[in-house]
């Protein structure tokens, strides 16, 4: 579901970690990493993160951890 979901958003499921998801355009790089019931969410593009963790949030109810320590 969950990679339906991240697919149907514009990222691209990494062929070599299938628990990777990788979303570029020409000058921003936003990447997903899912680890057992985690998810880290990074890259150079603050506004794709903030459009893409309420679209999360409402289809999977997860809970911001804030920033990876």
Known sequence: K???F???HGYHQSTSDHSLF???SSSSTTTLLVYV???VLTGNNLTEI???TPLLDVAFKIKDLGNLK
Do not use: G
Request: aromatic share 20%.
């Open 6 to 8: 991240l697919l149907q």
């Open 22 to 24: 990788l979303k570029f």
């Open 37 to 39: 019931d985690y998810v």
């Open 2 to 4: 969950l990679s339906f």
């Open 50 to 52: 903030e459009n893409i």
